[in-house]
């Protein structure tokens, strides 16, 4: 990901004409695949500088995808008139400096935590009637295959990106299986009632977060697993944070 910064100073009394403009411009940005989300901030102290930021999937993604994609055209008709009021208009990328919160992988207990959870769970998927047939010839190692998996998007170590292939193997692995929403539903249900059962934490900001990228990630498994599918393989890991609650530490 990188962040692209816009900061602009817009003359006295175009400021409310400046914020239309960028509504109907975020529709252009909004149906961009490359750009992954965007806002608009308004400086409290000088109400006529402004900043957008954009953050594209990345730099290429950006500058070729976007600038010489479909999208491009009708967002600049939109924003073109307050081009001469941009200050700057650069790309930043990331420093880590650490962080104050911990990693969803940190806080549900690391590696050792996830490979619970997932070896409980795959030992009880032949016992299950719907999903039995779709891993009749799993791996012996599965278990710890989607632990790395759902630990590295968590924000744990980059083992499945590095080692087993990344997202390109992941959707390889679902390809042709043509899963059904009751199979969906009950794979996610067994993985829930396994985690309260090995205890992975019940907080709620934890399982809110956790429960979402689930419910996200079953519905791609299905749509990857369609007959005739052809998803885009080249995507990058995902990564999934706490999202719009903090983990709450007393
Ligand atoms: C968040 C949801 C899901 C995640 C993170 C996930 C993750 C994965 C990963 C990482 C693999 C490949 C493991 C390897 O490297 O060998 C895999 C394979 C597979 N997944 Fe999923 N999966 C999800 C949902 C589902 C659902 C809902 C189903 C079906 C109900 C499903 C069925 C399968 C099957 C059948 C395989 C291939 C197993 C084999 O024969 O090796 N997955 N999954």
Request: net charge negative; aromatic share 14%.
């Amino acid at each position: 990901m990188l962040t692209e910064y816009i900061r602009y100073r817009i003359p006295a009394g175009q400021g409310a004409e400046f914020e239309d403009a960028y509504r109907r411009a975020s529709a252009h940005l909004a149906a961009a695949p490359e750009c992954h989300d965007f806002e608009m901030t308004r400086c409290v102290d000088e109400p006529q500088c402004y900043v957008v930021r954009l953050t594209w999937t990345s730099a290429d993604a950006h500058l070729t995808g976007f600038r010489k994609g479909p999208h491009f055209p009708p967002f600049f008709a939109e924003v073109r008139g307050f081009v001469d009021a941009i200050e700057e208009m650069r790309h930043y990328e990331p420093v880590d400096i650490g962080s104050p919160l911990p990693s969803l992988y940190e806080w549900a207990g690391g590696a050792e935590a996830f490979e619970k959870l997932f070896t409980a769970f795959y030992r009880k998927v032949p016992a299950e009637d719907l999903l039995a047939p779709l891993f009749a010839g799993m791996d012996a190692e599965h278990a710890q295959h989607v632990a790395q998996w759902v630990g590295e998007v968590f924000g744990g170590p980059k083992d499945y990106s590095t080692r087993r292939g990344g997202h390109r193997h992941m959707v390889s692995k679902h390809l042709g299986k043509a899963i059904t929403e009751q199979q969906r539903r009950r794979w996610i249900g067994l993985l829930l009632e396994t985690a309260d059962e090995v205890g992975l934490p019940s907080d709620p900001e934890f399982r809110s977060a956790f429960v979402a990228y689930l419910e996200w990630g079953t519905r791609l498994a299905v749509f990857f697993s369609r007959p005739g599918a052809r998803p885009a393989v080249d995507e990058p890991m995902p990564v999934w944070g706490w999202g719009s609650v903090r983990p709450w530490q007393g």
